[in-house]
């Protein structure tokens, strides 16, 4: 087995110089002097903002002062509830999506089954199939499409056969 060899290393970093106890004493009182000086300025709280005292408008609210709303102090048979804004019922989707998402829907496909069949739905069931069909012809206005595509598209191919078998010279 090999021993060890005491390579030299690389020097290490040489002893600090110790400090003098003046120079520790001054550090001391610049440490002191720092920390004296931190925070707020006395009464800064109650004061606020002396410059802005002008222009009520632009000034900051005071957010230490509660809410206006009156709270009922006596027994009341109704609770007390906060006026909510109406909530969209979906985000908002692209009309390719959108469509996607009527296209594939149970309760529309089930209704127009039961339509098909010959069976009458309630008054209720009915105007919300129009207005799923009436979204549905909207949807496809803007997006450029149409019921009949593929048969204009078979009846299109069908003509531009004829018309190459006539320029050809053919049947």
């Not at 206006?68 to 109406?86: A, E, F, M, N």
């Not at 010959?118 to 105007?127: I, K, P, R, Y």
Request: net charge negative.
């Amino acid at each position: 087995m090999k021993k060890p060899t005491s390579a030299p290393r690389s020097k290490a970093p040489g002893k600090a110089r110790r400090k003098t106890r003046e120079e520790l004493n001054q550090e001391g009182r610049d440490r002191k002097r720092q920390k004296k000086h931190r925070g707020h300025q006395p009464g800064s709280r109650a004061n606020g903002d002396v410059a802005g005292a002008g222009n009520k408008q632009g000034q900051k609210k005071d957010p230490r002062i509660g809410s206006k709303t009156p709270i009922p102090l006596g027994v009341t048979d109704s609770p007390v509830t906060r006026p909510q804004k109406p909530k969209s019922e979906k985000p908002m989707l692209s009309p390719q999506a959108e469509l996607e998402l009527l296209e594939n829907d149970e309760r529309l496909d089930a209704l127009l089954e039961r339509l098909e069949e010959g069976e009458a739905l309630s008054a209720e069931d009915q105007s919300w199939v129009d207005a799923k069909l009436d979204r549905i012809d909207e949807l496809m206005q803007q997006l450029g499409l149409s019921y009949d595509d593929d048969e204009d598209d078979e009846e299109e191919n069908a003509r531009q056969d004829d018309l190459m078998r006539l320029l050809k010279g053919g049947n």
